[in-house]
């Protein structure tokens, strides 16, 4: 009984990886210390900015206004490398998470082939796929394990494609 939840289990996250490493993902990648500084300065600087006057200090406020181009454009190139180290986190959480549940998924599949999960009484008929549904098993009347990952994936899919 606890087989058929755990796969089930198995079968929604992995359905659901890329929404969970969406969610993970923060925790791993924040904004580097450069663009921190860098954002601090350029916030100080657009508050100073603020304060002068552009028709009595002219000069000072073109200089202001030209440090603040500059670090704004060191911003965007360290907020570049930042999106690829980034866009590096964000497939390895995911693929990795992907090979360590369908390795999981193998690994319960070979185990437990020959195993079914539900045997229904001898009042229930699945021809024609009956033989499909308890295949490895030969036992009528059941579901093996192999059928419930393929239906629990395929409804586990079906449910993520929904969630936006």
Known sequence: MYLMFVISLLCLLLAFCAKITKILLPFFCSDSSEV??????VSDLRADLAKISMRDEYIKYVKCERNIVALETALNEAKGRDNMKR????????????????????????????????VFGNNFNFEPF???????????????????????????????????
Do not use: D
Request: glycine residues 6%; hydrophobic residues 45%; positive net charge.
């Open 36 to 41: 921190k500084e860098i954002k601090n300065k």
């Open 130 to 164: 009956g033989g499909l549904i308890s295949f490895p098993t030969q036992v009528p009347n059941s579901i093996s394990v192999m059928s419930w990952i393929v239906v629990n994936n395929l409804v586990a899919r079906t449910l993520a494609g929904y969630v936006k």
């Open 87 to 118: 866009v590096a986190y964000e497939y390895g959480l995911h693929y990795c998470g992907m090979a360590v549940l369908a390795l999981i998924m193998m690994y319960i599949s070979f185990s437990y082939r020959n195993t079914t999960i539900i």
